[in-house]
């Protein structure tokens, strides 16, 4: 308990100083810094090498805080009511007297919000006196960070410190929904868009490749390994790494297995990592074979299809 408590007041203590830092979420590790701040923000884009007009999401430990920069809406509150703290984002309008640094928004009127479930963000996020900008700790264009070794393997030094939470539990990133008009998904997510449609009790959009920027994880290259990568493959080709759901008969050295049984939340849990092991073991070019298009594997092929655009 105690270690926990210093490791917060550390992560604490570099924020105030406009230092970037890295923290676990329940979805994927996260790249924080004062979304208040345009010294913060600005080393976020800087370090992650990220395209100034990508926004980033600000995490919040409850509505209350968040009422200081966003005007909140009937179908936020019952999206917020149901399944916050946890992997939803919303789109919202920024109000004129908030804080938020222009440098968050790519100077918008809008804001990308989630409430974090992983307990050791939570209290972080309890003791300090403004929100974090936290989009995924990687390189832009890159895998997302499952573990506090991953950020390092991204980062090296350039880092101050990372929050180690242990591996994420969900392994991929948050849905976005904007709740500015039509409930809108802008990005397909650990959340299943069947659960908001029931919340809501009515249809959303589905929009992921708007061309205006408003939310994360829109560009067409996203998630890659940096190796070429192609899906829906029956077999593999001569030195090509293949990705399986389920358990072959034969098994070889290019194997890899997301899950040995089809299992959908497993294979999410696991794609980052085993992409990531993938490149570490030498791979030129990975296949990865046909996954259902339903649930979460919707998002596990909207994320291989974006890698693949390598």
């Known amino acids: 308990m105690k270690s926990i408590q210093s490791n917060i007041k550390k992560a604490k203590k570099y924020l105030d100083k406009n230092q970037c830092i890295a923290v676990p979420t329940e979805t994927v590790y996260g790249l924080a810094a004062n979304a208040y701040s345009n010294v913060s923000v600005k080393r976020i884009f800087k370090l992650k090498k990220r395209p100034a007009n990508n926004p980033l999401i600000v995490h919040y430990s409850d509505i209350n805080k968040l009422k200081n920069d966003c005007y909140i809406n009937?179908?936020?509150?019952?999206?917020?009511?149901k399944l916050s703290p946890g992997p939803i984002t919303f789109i919202l309008k920024l109000k004129k007297v908030s804080k938020i640094s222009k440098f968050v928004t790519n100077k918008q009127n809008t804001l990308a919000v989630r409430f974090p479930k992983h307990p050791l963000f939570k209290r972080l996020l309890k003791s300090l006196k403004y929100p974090l900008a936290a989009p995924s700790a990687n390189m832009s264009t890159r895998l997302s960070s499952v573990k506090a070794s991953d950020v390092i393997e991204e980062f090296g030094s350039k880092i101050k410190y990372v929050l180690d939470g242990g591996k994420c539990l969900i392994g991929l990133e948050s849905t976005i929904i904007n709740l500015l008009k039509k409930p809108t998904i802008l990005r397909f997510g650990a959340l299943d868009v069947s659960k908001i449609e029931k919340i809501l009790k009515k249809r959303v959009l589905i929009k992921t490749n708007s061309k205006k920027k408003i939310a994360p994880g829109q560009f067409p290259l996203h998630y890659s390994p940096g190796?070429?990568?192609?899906?829906?493959?029956k077999k593999p080709k001569k030195n090509e790494a293949f990705v399986l759901v389920k358990k072959r008969k034969s098994t070889m050295k290019n194997y890899y297995y997301l899950s040995k049984n089809n299992n959908l939340q497993q294979s999410a849990k696991n794609l980052y990592s085993l992409l990531r092991k993938i490149k570490n073991d030498g791979y030129k070019m990975i296949a990865v074979e046909k996954i259902q298009n339903k649930g979460?594997?919707?998002?596990?092929?909207d994320r291989l299809n974006r890698a693949s655009k390598y």
């Open 296 to 301: 979460i594997g919707k998002t596990i092929n």
């Open 74 to 81: 009937d179908d936020f509150i019952k999206l917020y009511r």
């Open 227 to 233: 190796i070429p990568l192609r899906t829906n493959a």
